[in-house]
C-alpha cells in the first residue's frame, strides 16, 4: 500500500531523531520532495516543481531553492531549503532573500525550512517581510496530525488551489498579539486537556498561555478556540460546561439549515457529527463514516459508485484518500458535496445523519461567524 503523508512524517521525524538528514541537498531531495509529492505535487514535472528558479531570467544569482506552480509564469510558493539547523542564525537574511524574490515575482506563499522547522509566510500583505510569517511548525515537537492538518492547509495542492490556504493565512495573520500566543500554545493546550479530563480545553489554554505571560479569562479562550475553526475531535470543541463557567451559553447563533436544500457550506470549520452511532470530524470524515456505514451494511463498490467516487486499493493522489481497514479510497469533495452524497447514502440506508459547523469569518461565507446544524432523521 503507497505510504499515507502521515506515515511518511513519523518515518521523517525518526530520521530527523538519528540524524540521517547531513546536509542541504539531503534534506531538499529526501525530505522537502517527498512532502511534496504527498501533498499532491508532481515532483516530477520542473514546470509543477521548479528547482534553482530564477525570479529574473537574466539574473543567476537570484535563485529560489523550489518554486511550486499551478499556472504557467506565476508561481504559487517559493521555498527555501536549508541544512539542518542553519535557519534561527540566519533567519533575517533569508527572509530578505524571499522579499526581493518576491519583488521580482510575487507568489502566494513563502516557506522557509531546514527540514525541521518549517516558517510559513503570506507575502501578498502589507509590513515587514518578518511580520508576515503565520505559522511555524517543529516536526520533533508538534503534535504529529497538527504537522499534518497545517502542511495539507497551507502547502497542499488542492487547498492553495481552491484559495482556502489564502484565506486561513489571512485569518492568523489578523490575530491580536494575544490570540497569536493563544494559537502558538493551542498545541500544548489540546495535550494538556487531552491528557487530564478533569481540564476543558478552554481551561488548558488559559494556563498555557500565563506562561508567556498573557493573561486571558476562560470566556475569551473559549471564543478563540472557536474563531480559529479547530475541531479535532470532542476534547477541542468548545465544551457545555465551557460555555456555561464563562457566561457565553451562546457564542454564536445556531441556524438550522434544511438538510434537503442547504444554503452554501463553503468556507466552514470545526466540522463535527454523527451518522447513525458514529461521530467524526470534518467533511471528509462525513464521507468517510457514510461510506464505512455502506460496506458494513454489505454495500460493495458497484453501488457505492453509484454515490461516490470510490476505488478499490490505496490511492493518494487527484483528491482520494483512503480508508485503510476497507482497502478502499474514496474521492475528495467540497462541503457542499460532501453533504450531498453523505445525505443520500443516509436516506438509503435510513440512518440518522447530523453535522455541526461554524461559517469562518469570512464575506463568502453565508454567514459568517454563526453555527449551523444540519440533520435528518429516518421516519420509523
Known amino acids: 500500500m503507497e505510504e499515507t503523508l502521515k506515515e511518511a512524517l513519523l518515518d521523517i521525524r525518526s530520521k530527523l531523531q538519528n540524524q540521517v538528514y547531513a546536509n542541504e541537498e539531503h534534506v531538499r531531495l529526501s525530505l522537502v520532495a517527498r512532502v511534496l509529492q504527498k501533498l499532491q505535487w508532481n515532483i516530477w514535472n520542473p514546470k509543477e516543481v521548479n528547482t534553482e528558479f530564477a525570479t529574473l531570467p537574466e539574473e543567476n544569482k537570484k535563485k529560489v531553492d523550489i518554486a511550486l506552480f499551478l499556472t504557467p509564469r506565476q508561481p504559487s510558493v517559493f521555498i527555501e531549503v536549508k541544512a539542518l539547523g542553519k535557519i534561527e542564525i540566519n533567519l533575517r537574511e533569508i527572509e530578505r532573500q524571499l522579499r526581493d ?10 516557506i522557509i525550512t531546514d527540514g525541521c522547522v518549517w516558517k ?12 508576515k510569517c503565520f505559522k511555524t511548525l ?27 490556504a489564502k484565506l ?14 493563544m494559537e502558538r500554545r493551542f498545541p500544548e493546550a489540546r495535550k494538556l486537556a487531552q491528557q487530564n479530563p478533569l481540564i476543558s480545553l478552554a481551561d488548558a489554554l488559559v494556563q498555557s498561555v500565563k506562561e508567556e505571560g498573557y493573561s486571558v479569562s476562560k470566556e475569551e479562550a473559549a471564543k478563540f478556540i472557536q474563531k ?16 456555561d463557567e464563562s457566561g457565553s451559553q451562546d457564542l454564536h447563533d445556531v441556524i438550522k439549515l434544511d438538510p434537503r436544500n442547504p444554503e452554501s457550506l ?31 451494511r454489505g454495500i460493495r463498490l458497484p453501488q457505492l459508485r453509484s454515490w461516490v ?7 493518494t493522489n487527484e483528491g482520494f484518500t483512503p480508508i485503510q481497514e476497507l482497502g478502499i479510497s474514496v474521492g475528495g469533495y467540497s462541503a457542499n458535496d460532501s453533504w450531498r452524497i453523505s445525505f443520500e447514502i443516509a436516506q ?4 440518522p445523519i447530523k453535522v455541526a459547523f461554524y461559517w469562518l469569518e469570512n464575506e463568502g461565507a453565508a454567514h459568517p461567524g454563526k453555527k449551523g446544524v444540519l440533520q435528518w432523521f429516518p421516519q420509523t
Open 101 to 110: 524574490y518576491n519583488t521580482n515575482m510575487s507568489s502566494d506563499f513563502c
Open 120 to 131: 510559513f509566510y503570506y507575502p501578498l500583505t502589507r509590513g515587514e517581510f518578518s511580520d
Open 138 to 164: 517543529d516536526l520533533l515537537k508538534d503534535d504529529v496530525d497538527e504537522i499534518e492538518d497545517t502542511l495539507q492547509m497551507f502547502l497542499g495542492k488542492s487547498s492553495i488551489k481552491s484559495g482556502e
Open 168 to 181: 486561513k493565512a489571512k485569518d492568523l495573520l489578523d490575530l491580536t498579539q494575544v490570540e497569536k500566543a
Open 228 to 243: 480559529i475553526g479547530i475541531g479535532r475531535g470532542e476534547k477541542d470543541t468548545v465544551s457545555t460546561r465551557d460555555k
Open 266 to 296: 463553503s468556507f466552514t470549520g470545526s466540522v463535527e457529527g454523527q451518522v447513525a452511532e458514529t461521530k467524526f470530524r470534518k467533511w471528509k470524515g462525513l464521507v468517510h463514516t457514510a461510506v464505512e456505514k455502506a460496506w458494513r
Open 309 to 315: 467516487r470510490v476505488v478499490e486499493g490505496t490511492k
Open 348 to 351: 438509503k440506508l435510513k440512518m
